[in-house]
């Protein structure tokens, strides 16, 4: 047997201070973390508490039996088993069902507080009153239950009464009592987990991304070995259970305080895994929808390019309508110009006109009077008679004797006059036929702007018709970039590599807590691998060269063959388990902090599992073992052997002779 | 009433009229030597119209192009309305009961006094009265010389010779029946200016020698 180990005594402060330091963070952001996942330190060893059976009573009342086809007889049953503590105690039978199982089914009830429990059926029905006293280090408790017979209920209202009772020296005080039974098993596990200074098991399943705490149930369960089980302790395997019950029985400080850690940190990945995975995605999509947000925008942007511009055109619509309302004035005025001045060349043109038709006609009149004065009238218009021109002096009118009227300068000076009026008239004309071509042309310049102007109008009228498609564009584009924006802002960031999570302080965590105990553990782990093979050997199994029993497995060679607990056959599975229950109570005591609670309660193996012949064996084997660890209790069931007859006698054992029943 | 200082001039005109649109006689006038006839005061003074009316003148001319067609007449209708003469020529008549209306005595008294012109008058077969007009000899040398000497008056010739294009030598009651064919002419109240009818033709001759190209 190795040295004792020694122990780091690692107070919970410096713990949390070396995964501050190391975590590169603070004290109170560790402890933050701690509480975030409810990690209790545990990092002393609390010591070991016993648990011993004194006795066991059932009462009750049997119905409906059947032997051999034949019914029974109702018949009330009263069974008593006092006077129990260490050792081995035996519950033997020549017959099977003779009450073994169902008696150490009742103390496995009684541990775990729950009822039924593992019990038959029928033997709950007929149970009215059940008892087990045991002791928790020298202190007396019961559990007491009680209801009525015929009934299977434990559901307040249905009679089902559990109580459990303390010896206070004096008289019993009641710890709890209730009716329900549920609140019972509750009780019972609160009570056992405290007294023992057990802490749940915490695991994280990452299927189902629960956690899941083994408490009592499953420790209490440990204590009870029923044939053939996955797990070399306790029931299952499921969570790493088996070595963590290991770990807890034989004794390993901050087991606790690492199992919920691990199951924190294995909680925290998954999640941080999925968080990531979900950021990811949700990323992703929202990526995807921003894309086809923007794709969207841009159409709705080259649409919009492709309108007209509805602002400006309606200013310069605006504008247009101004100008053109400006300008019509000056139109109405240009017209009415050009009207007068249309009169006025008119008139002036006639003017003309009368002055250039004077002015011809007077020169027409002077010539034709010249070439008229030519001729000298030669008889009388009038009368026409002869007139003698030789009795007028010449240049005298033959006709009427007056001198002649000459072609004077006065004509010449008349049509000179007539000319510079012509003349006259003519630039007056002119000049108001140019300033009446300018103002007309100036109408029809600005009757043209405002016709343009018009169409201008007109042309944004009918561009503004399509209006609403643009004010939808612009609607919809809002929608869009708003979108656009809410998505963005909405996506997950991107996980920062060095974020101070929980993740990296639970890693640090365990890392530190491990430190805490690494090296007591190998050690510890080493002596229960000692331990478990030489119980081992002493109940049974063959060629044994090696057990190494690892935090994550059980190393076994067996035959010079290397193999796992998993590939034993039944029956060496059955004396390991009950040699690791034995190797742990030695193990417990070796280290000294171990918390086996100094009970191992085996129940009879099936005949696959192993021969009576083999269990008898097992059962003499385990004996001298009980003798060794004197403050250890068996309890077996067994079919009676000769072999058990001999080692087991008196008040060790209850024995139920063939024909008849323990009760 | 035009104005009767222009004597000389309508004298003149109305000679170139007389002297154009006269017949030769069988033989020449007893009395007053006259180898020459002008048939009609109504005829004078249906033709004196046209020649006093440029824009009527250019009317029936564009009338007689389109019946008969001649690229002279469009041309002479062309240079009535090149020269202005609607406005610089029309000397106006007033309108009266036979239509286009003039005083011409003293006009007349003019020529006959120099032995260029006689009025006769007539009984014709119908036994209405008619007067005529003996155009004597000395007047075509006359009007010879005062061309020569007067350029100006070359207008007053040539007008008459195309006036006579369009008179022919038809009766004064037929030529006042064309002329009364006209509108304007026909609804001039008594005793008015006979209107012109200057743009009107101007927008057709601008039609058919448009409808010419």
Not at chain 1, 185 to 191: G, I, K, R, V
Not at chain 2, 33 to 40: D, H, K, M, Q, V
């Given at each position: 047997?190795m040295?004792?180990p020694?122990?780091k005594n ?5 713990w949390?201070r070396q995964i501050a330091e190391?975590a590169?963070?603070?004290?109170d952001?560790?402890d ?5 996942h ?7 060893a609390?010591?070991?508490r016993?648990i011993t ?5 059932a ?10 086809g ?6 009330d ?12 105690w ?18 496995r ?10 019990m038959k059926?029928?033997v709950?029905r ?6 087990v006293?045991?002791?928790?280090d ?8 009680a ?6 209920a434990?559901?307040?209202g ?7 009772v ?16 549920q609140?019972f ?7 056992f987990?405290?007294e023992?200074?057990?802490?749940k ?13 083994h ?6 369960s ?11 302790f ?9 070595t ?5 029985f034989?004794g ?9 850690i691990?199951?924190s940190?294995a909680q925290a990945q ?9 950021d ?6 929202i ?5 086809k947000?923007e ?6 942007i080259e ?16 504008d247009d ?5 400006s300008?019509v004035?000056k139109?109405?005025?240009?017209r009415?110009?050009?009207a007068?001045l249309?009169a ?9 006109d009368?002055r250039?038709n004077?002015?011809?006609q007077c020169?027409?009149?002077?010539a034709?009077?010249?070439?008229f ?8 218009p009038?009368c026409?008679?002869d007139?003698?021109a030789?009795r007028?002096?010449p240049?005298?009118c033959?006709?009427c004797?007056?001198?002649e009227e ?7 000076a008349r ?20 300033e009446?071509?300018?103002t007309?042309?100036?109408?029809d310049?600005?009757?043209q702007?405002?016709e ?6 007109d042309?944004a009228?009918?561009?503004?018709e399509?209006?609403d ?10 929608q ?15 996980p920062?590599?060095?974020?101070r999570?929980d993740v990296?302080?639970?890693k640090v965590a365990?890392?530190?807590?491990e430190?805490?105990y ?6 510890i ?9 030489r119980?081992?050997e002493?109940?049974?199994v ?18 010079a063959?290397p ?7 039944p029956?060496?599975?059955l004396?390991?388990?009950?040699a ?5 109570v ?26 009576s ?7 003499t084997?385990l ?25 087991i ?9 063939k024909?008849?029943?323990l009760? | ?5 222009f004597?000389h001039?309508?004298?003149?005109r109305?000679l ?9 006689l069988?033989s020449?006038d007893?009395?007053t ?8 005061e ?10 006093r009316?440029?824009d ?8 007689f ?7 002279d007449?469009?041309a002479a209708?062309?240079s009535?309305f ?6 610089v020529?029309?000397v106006?008549?007033?309108?009266w009961k036979?239509?286009?209306y ?12 120099r032995?260029l012109?006689v009025?006769v ?11 005529d007009?003996?155009?004597l000899p ?12 007067q ?18 030598f038809?009766?004064?009651t037929?030529l ?10 026909k ?6 200016y ?8 101007r927008e ?10």
């Open positions: 047997m040295d004792r020694t122990f690692v107070a919970a402060s410096d949390k190391r590169m963070t603070t004290v952001e560790v933050a973390v701690l509480m975030r409810a990690i209790e330190v545990q990092s002393v609390p010591h070991r016993r059976f004194s006795s066991l009573s009462r009750g009342h049997k119905s409906g039996l059947i032997v051999a034949v019914a029974q007889a109702d018949a049953f009263d069974f008593e088993w006092t006077g129990l503590g260490p050792g081995l035996v519950l033997a039978s020549d017959d099977n069902s003779a009450g073994k199982s169902s008696l150490l089914k009742i103390l009830s009684a541990v775990r507080g729950s009822f039924p429990g593992t059926g029928d709950w007929w149970t009215a009153n059940i008892q006293e045991f002791n928790l020298g202190v007396r408790h019961r559990v007491i239950v209801k009525p017979a015929g009934s299977k434990t559901s307040s249905s009679g089902f009464m559990a109580s459990l303390r010896w206070s020296g004096a008289d019993w005080s009641v710890l709890y009592t209730g009716e329900e039974g609140s098993e509750a009780a019972m596990s609160d009570f987990m405290q023992l200074g057990f802490e098991f915490h695991a994280y399943q990452k299927g189902t991304d629960t956690r899941k705490t408490g009592w149930a499953s420790m209490g440990a204590l009870f070995i029923t044939g053939s089980s996955p797990a070399l306790g029931e299952e395997t499921m969570d790493g259970l088996s963590r019950l290991i770990q807890l034989i390993l400080p901050w087991v606790t305080t690492q199992s919920a691990r199951s940190l998954a999640q941080t895994e999925r968080a990531g995975q979900s990811r995605s949700v990323r992703e999509a990526a995807v929808e921003i894309r947000l794709e969207r925008r841009g159409q709705l649409e919009k390019s492709s309108l007209p511009d509805y602002s400006s055109l309606r200013r310069a619509q605006q309508d101004r100008l053109a309302a300008l004035p139109l109405i005025e240009l009415r110009r050009v007068e249309e006025e060349h008119a008139a002036a043109k006639v003017d003309h009368e250039r004077l002015l011809r020169r027409d009149e002077v034709a009077g010249r070439v004065r030519r001729l000298r009238p030669s008889t009388c009038s026409d008679a007139v003698q030789a007028h002096d240049g005298n033959p006709l004797g007056l001198a000459k072609e004077t300068a006065g004509a010449e049509i000179a006059h007539m000319q510079a009026e012509e003349h006259e008239a003519k630039e007056a004309m002119q000049t108001l036929s140019a009446l071509s300018a007309i042309s100036k109408r310049a600005l009757a702007q405002i343009e102007i018009g169409q201008r109008v042309a009228n009918r561009s503004l399509g209006d498609r643009g004010g939808a564009i612009e609607r919809e584009l809002e869009v970039s708003g979108g656009i924006s809410a998505l963005s802002a909405a996506a997950p960031a991107e920062k590599a060095d974020g999570t990296t302080i639970l365990e890392a530190v807590t430190g805490c690494k090296e007591a553990q190998e050690k782990l080493k002596q229960f691998s000692v331990e478990l093979k119980f081992a002493r109940i049974g063959k060629n044994l060269q090696d057990v190494d029993v690892r935090t994550n497995k059980i190393g076994i060679v067996q035959g063959t193999t796992t607990f998993g590939n034993l056959n029956g060496e599975k004396r390991f388990r009950i690791a229950a034995l190797a742990a030695a193990t417990a005591k070796w280290s000294g902090i171990g918390r086996h609670p100094g009970l191992v309660v085996i129940d009879s193996p099936a005949s696959e599992e192993m021969s012949e083999d269990f008898a064996a097992v059962v084997g004996k001298s073992l009980a003798e060794e660890e004197a403050d250890v209790q068996i309890i077996v069931g067994a079919v009676m052997r000769a072999e058990i007859s001999a080692a006698s008196g008040d060790n054992l209850r024995y139920a002779p024909g008849s029943v009760f | 009433m035009v104005e009767t200082g004597k001039r309508d004298a003149l109305l170139f009229i007389l002297q154009a649109g006269s017949s030769v069988a020449p007893p009395r030597g006259a180898a020459r006839i002008f048939e009609g109504k005829r004078l003074f249906a033709i004196d119209f046209w020649v009316y440029p009527y003148l250019a009317d029936e001319l564009l009338d192009y389109e019946a008969k067609g001649g690229g007449l469009l209708v062309d009535i090149d020269s202005e003469e609607p406005s020529r029309t106006k008549m007033l309108r036979r239509g286009a003039d005083l011409i005595e003293d006009a007349l008294s003019v020529l006959s006094s032995q012109v009025a008058e007539k009984i014709l077969p119908t036994g209405i009265r008619q007067h007009f003996l155009v000395a007047a075509k040398a006359f009007l010879d010389e005062a061309v020569a000497d350029p100006i008056l070359a207008w007053y010739r040539d007008r008459a010779a195309l006036a006579m294009r369009v008179a022919e038809k009766s004064g037929v006042k029946d064309t002329q009364y064919e006209d509108e304007e002419y609804n001039t109240p008594f005793l008015a006979i209107p012109g009818i200057a743009p009107r033709v057709r001759l601008l039609r058919i020698k448009s409808k010419a190209a």
